[in-house]
């Protein structure tokens, strides 16, 4: 039996405006792009267990840092924070080894994830410092939320000149091109389980839509919906699946295609933290459930359609206002399916 849900939630034709409290902000739309190699610092300052506090004491005064790893075998065994050190400052007692005061039970992050999940680790935990693993669970660096915002801050300036160059050439393609209908149709294979690059497609179209002319809010909510949906292509489906966005002047249509196993039931799937994520899409901190939510509240209008055992097919519409609409030489209102 094949399940089929329309939801019309999202922007329900209302401005969103800096005050909205579901606003996606510059700082969001960055945190999907940047990967965690982007931001980290990746010159190390480590420690071993069988130092002594005063080496702790000693490295972080000399580096002007809050903690460090600490490395056993090559493999991280724990992490020694400022907090620690103070402790062991309170007992007198910096002839301790290090291995006395340090947390073993370590929080991570992988290089190859969003620097949101650093963002969202951050407020969930309080944490300060995050050891940031590689696909070999190698560590590979250190991230802060001061390296969160630096490399934001760097990411805004980078390539400032080029992209204002990228985007006038690409702004003047619907209003070049005569046509009864005009559509651009960008199409991309997704690769199941490709963790390491899930969200450059969506990246891409993004960065698409913005050289097109796009608002940075209409960019920011397109690429927000279809990142969720590339990273559920990454997770659920057998055999990869395709991702597809049909831009026009007046609507943007977003495609997901799939040979994954199905939904048996959608309104359950629709419900925030509902997930059929496998333990190792879990492991590299996907899988949270909040996907399809996303989504619903990025477009003006989305379509789920799956069968048990056949795979599912994802449909998206945004219905772009007077001051979003992409320039064209002929204004077409046909609105057929992607």
Not at 7 to 12: A, D, L, N, P, V
Not at 52 to 72: C, H, K, W, Y
Request: hydrophobic letters at 35%; a neutral charge; glycine letters at 8%.
């Amino acid at each position: 039996m094949t399940n089929t849900i329309q939801e019309q939630q999202g922007r329900k034709g209302r401005t969103i405006t800096d005050r909205d409290a579901h606003e996606i902000t510059r700082v969001e739309e960055l945190a999907y792009d940047l990967k965690i190699s982007d931001v980290m610092n990746s010159n190390i300052k480590s420690l071993a267990p069988d130092q002594i506090m005063q080496d702790v004491f000693d490295l972080l005064r000399q580096n002007r840092i809050s903690g460090a790893p600490v490395i056993e075998n090559g493999q991280l065994a724990g992490i020694i924070s400022q907090e620690d050190l103070m402790r062991a400052l309170a007992e007198s007692d910096l002839a301790s080894p290090i291995r006395k005061y340090m947390t073993t039970q370590v929080k991570t992050i992988k290089t190859f994830e969003p620097v949101v999940k650093a963002i969202e680790v951050f407020t969930r935990t309080n944490l300060g410092r995050l050891p940031v693993l590689d696909e070999n669970d190698k560590l590979a660096g250190m991230i802060t939320k001061g390296d969160v915002t630096r490399g934001v801050l760097v990411a805004i300036r980078k390539d400032y000149q080029e992209e204002e160059i990228r985007r006038y050439r690409a702004s003047h393609l619907f209003e070049d091109i005569t046509s009864d209908r005009t559509s651009l149709i960008l199409r991309y294979k997704i690769k199941p389980g490709d963790y390491v690059n899930g969200g450059q497609a969506s990246s891409h179209i993004k960065r698409a839509l913005v050289r097109l002319g796009a608002t940075p809010q209409l960019a920011r909510q397109c690429g927000i919906a279809v990142y969720e949906a590339e990273i559920n292509l990454v997770i659920h489906s057998t055999n990869g699946g395709i991702l597809r966005v049909q831009i026009e002047p007046h609507r943007i249509l977003m495609q997901t295609t799939d040979d994954g196993p199905g939904i048996a039931d959608i309104p359950q799937a629709l419900q925030p933290g509902w997930s059929t994520a496998s333990p190792l899409a879990r492991s590299m901190g996907f899988g949270a459930g909040m996907g399809l939510v996303n989504i619903q509240r990025c477009v003006d209008k989305m379509e789920l359609v799956s069968s048990a055992g056949k795979g599912t097919k994802l449909f998206m519409e945004i219905h772009l206002r007077p001051e979003e609409k992409f320039k064209a030489a002929s204004d077409s209102n046909e609105a057929p399916g992607i």
